[in-house]
């Protein structure tokens, strides 16, 4: 019976701690597909080049929350409107950050659906907080 409860915790535990990974997208590719956006944004070094901010953590991140970058007036409202970023959001803002609601600074842009996906892939491998993004499915 204790066997059960052992094996049971570990499933458990292996299920909940590790974070989502995003079916749609292969992160492998989306590493390399993230070589465009190293011009700006760093990966776990903090605000290093200064351009865009460090993308370690973004999914599940509140949006316009990272402090060593000052965002654009529409990024800080769309944050404070209680959003954070997820897959459905980031996909939105990465076709096109310019346009409503995000307004960003950013004029760089990811056309292809499946490199979208693929990167989203690669920065959900790079989030500790995706369990935000789970709650919203």
Not at 19 to 37: H, L, M, R
Not at 39 to 56: A, I, S
Request: hydrophobic residues 30%; proline residues 4%.
């Amino acid at each position: 019976m204790k066997a059960i409860y052992l094996l049971f915790a570990v499933i458990f535990f292996s299920i909940t701690l590790v974070p989502v990974v995003y079916a749609s997208g292969d992160a492998e590719q989306g590493k390399i597909i993230f070589k465009k956006c190293k011009m700006c944004h760093t990966l776990g070094k903090g605000n290093k080049y200064g351009g865009g901010p460090d993308l370690q953590g973004v999914l599940g991140r509140p949006a316009g929350t990272f402090e060593e970058y000052d965002y654009s007036n529409g990024i800080k409202t769309y944050g404070r409107k209680g959003n954070t970023w997820c897959e459905g959001n980031l996909d939105e803002f990465l076709k096109n950050p310019r346009k409503k609601p995000f307004k960003a600074k950013m004029y760089f842009r990811l056309k292809k659906e499946k490199d979208r996906e693929d990167v989203i892939a690669y920065l959900g491998e790079n989030s500790d907080n995706t369990e935000a993004c789970a709650k919203k499915k």
